[in-house]
């Protein structure tokens, strides 16, 4: 029996065919390039950008491999055979998640719905991709393990089923371990970008990397949740909502630039806004539970908003990656190597502020009016320092016909794609002269084969061009 989640990918699937088919134009298949033009419109600076090969991320998930490392030292590992890990004493059922093309926030959902309980008894330790093949740990409170045992997917398996103490908690992990393919296509005959490549690899081994906040935290493929946050913390939460519905992003589609200038000039008609944004309940999750609301209560912009309370937290912290970006970047263009850290904005501290206080002025929001987050509890202002460089511990780099395979490991909270983009222009969309196959990378690196995973995961281990 499919999943309610499978149902209704297929359904939009469907009505996409259906729109591409009278409106070509407006699924054209593009290519997007993480170059220093696209990146610098997030803050983020990186020199000889433009002397770097391009190169295929996240063809397909199994190209990006994530495998999570407990605190305690642990390693996750995505192969589907379990470890024969033994029941303790507790009440909490603990077991490996293993996935693919589904966020770790999606899984946690059909779980709820598989186990018929609620989300927050489902836990984990951090937030992995959805278009990639992963391992982490969740925690499952108050469910019995033989109803644990029963649950698979398509997109997930579960194994090492053990009973336990505790729960997961957010944040409680040591890193992750990533195996990625960056598929290569003319520019792997270019032997001097390839040769600048390489170089820059040893380079970030021994010097580091800069630890910007990379693509992702912007909200892909829209990239632009920072604004929303402004409007936020501007006090403006309509505005917010309305951005949420209706701002064109960066990388989305024409067909849902123009749905989305259709569907707001609907309101403040909330229920034919509604009516519209249900016609695709996986493109707008967010902007479905705040229209929702407003159905309800049209006037009550902040009740809207803490219906997607946890989206709201990563706009704000999206609004502070963007200004810790560009501050790296001023000292990087300027030639002056960044302090070994920096805060971020989001401080009670007004020393905290200061670096910023040029950008935050430009913007509008200085000095800060924390009294305008006050509603969403979640939003802890609070001193964090962020470390400007990090370095990897790199296991091996392989150059293959498809094109460069790398396995490396990285502390918790730091972006893999920035890692790979100081040696790298990174592409999305449409698909460029590219070996297509299937590759084991974990094989090719000597990391034992992936073999079972891969066939566990054949139908939904498909190129990005198939998926939605």
């Known amino acids: 029996m499919k999943s309610d989640l499978i149902h209704l990918k297929a359904l939009e699937m469907e009505k996409l065919a259906k729109e591409k088919a009278l409106k070509p134009e407006l699924f054209p298949e593009t290519t997007w390039v993480d170059d220093r033009e696209t990146l610098e419109k997030l803050g983020i600076h990186i020199p000889g ?29 995505i192969s589907i055979i379990g470890d024969g890990v033994g029941d303790e004493e507790g009440g909490t059922v603990y077991a490996t998640l293993i996935k693919c093309g589904l966020s770790t926030i999606e899984a946690v959902e059909e779980l709820s719905k598989l186990l018929e309980t609620t989300k927050d008894k489902i836990q984990y330790a951090g937030i992995k991709d959805k278009d990639a093949l992963t391992a982490q740990i969740l925690s499952f409170r108050g469910i019995p393990k033989e109803r644990v045992l029963s649950i698979k997917s398509p997109h997930f398996i579960l194994k090492d089923i053990h009973a336990g103490k505790g729960v997961m908690q957010k944040g409680t992990l040591k890193g992750n371990k990533f195996t990625i393919l960056l598929r290569i296509g003319e520019d792997i005959h270019d032997e001097t970008k390839m ?25 892909a493929p829209r990239l632009n949740n920072y604004k929303w946050a402004l409007s936020i913390l501007k ?13 064109a992003g ?69 609004l502070a990656s963007y200004l810790y970006n560009r501050k790296i970047s001023s000292y990087i263009m300027a030639g002056i ?126 190129p990005k061009a198939i998926n939605l």
Not at 201 to 217: A, I, T
Not at 353 to 369: K, R, T
């Open 337 to 462: 190597e960044p302090p070994k850290s920096l805060p971020l904005f989001t401080s009670a501290d007004k020393n905290d502020w200061l670096p910023y206080a040029d950008d935050m002025e430009s913007v509008g929001i200085f000095p800060p009016n924390w009294n305008n987050l006050r509603p969403f509890r979640s939003i802890i202002i609070t001193k964090r320092d962020i470390m400007t460089k990090d370095r990897p511990e790199i296991f091996g780099v392989e150059v293959v016909n498809e094109g460069i395979i790398v396995s490396f490991s990285l502390g918790k909270g730091e972006y893999a794609t920035t890692f790979l983009s100081h040696f790298l222009n990174l592409l999305n969309g449409k698909p460029e002269n590219l070996h297509t196959e299937i590759v084991d990378t974990k094989k090719v690196l000597g990391e034992g084969d992936s073999e079972k995973t891969l066939d566990y995961f054949q139908s939904v281990n498909l």
């Open 235 to 247: 006090g403006d939460y309509e505005k917010a909502i309305r951005g949420l519905i209706a701002d």
């Open 49 to 77: 950008k433009d002397n770097l090969p391009r190169a295929f991320l996240k063809f397909m998930p199994s190209d990006f491999i994530v495998e999570e490392t407990s605190l305690d030292g642990k390693q996750t590992n």
């Open 250 to 318: 960066l990388r989305e589609i024409p067909y849902f630039i123009e749905r989305r200038k259709e569907i707001i000039s609907l309101a403040p008609n909330w229920g034919m806004v509604l009516e519209r944004l249900n016609e695709f309940p996986l493109i707008f999750p967010s902007e479905i539970k705040v229209v929702e609301h407003l159905v309800d209560k049209p006037q009550d912009f902040v009740g809207a908003l803490l219906k997607i309370e946890e989206q709201v937290n990563l706009w704000v912290s999206a």
């Open 195 to 219: 040769k600048n490549a390489l170089e820059a690899v040893k380079r970030v081994e021994q010097n580091g990397f800069y630890n910007f906040f990379y693509l992702q935290r912007f909200g």
